[in-house]
């Protein structure tokens, strides 16, 4: 086989997939069913539960949620929440950001990877 097919394929893969998956490493539906980990404190829409909605948190900076009462470990936090930055944040938040009041941990790699997989598909209106 030569090089060239590889290539070739991940092209394809590329322009058939939806613009919000293209890149994502993980399984977004997977993604979707361990969000029952954060649902109790945060909805996928703007609206603000225990934690702030997380509708297009991914690429938005930290603490930004409008009528949020964020910490302020992590309004003070300068954070962008890009996926690796999401990636250590969810693997030990208040190691990130010492003093946050997010406190759950998600340990598997491959869990935390599937959750930001479905976290892009919350953009958009
Ligand atoms: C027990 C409640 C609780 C659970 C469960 C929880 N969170 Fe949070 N989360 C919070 C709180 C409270 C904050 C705000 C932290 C602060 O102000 O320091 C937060 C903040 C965040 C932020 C930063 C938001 C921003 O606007 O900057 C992200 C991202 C986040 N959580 C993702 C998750 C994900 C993904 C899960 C599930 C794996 C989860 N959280 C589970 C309570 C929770």
Request: charged share 20%; net charge positive; aromatic share 6%.
């Amino acid at each position: 086989m030569r090089t060239i097919f590889p290539a070739a394929a991940a092209a394809v893969l590329l322009l058939t997939l939806p613009p919000a998956s293209a890149f994502a490493d993980g399984d977004a539906e997977n993604g979707k069913k361990l969000f029952a980990r954060c649902s109790a404190c945060h909805a996928i829409t703007d609206q603000n539960k225990v934690g702030p909605g997380l509708h297009n948190i991914v690429g938005r900076p930290a603490a930004s949620q409008p009528q949020y009462k964020y910490s302020p470990a992590l309004a003070a936090s300068g954070l962008t929440w890009d996926e690796p930055t999401l990636d250590t944040f969810l693997k030990a938040p208040t190691t990130l950001v010492k003093g946050t009041r997010m406190n759950l941990a998600v340990a598997k790699d491959q869990d935390r990877a599937d959750i930001i997989a479905y976290l892009k598909t919350l953009s958009g209106n």
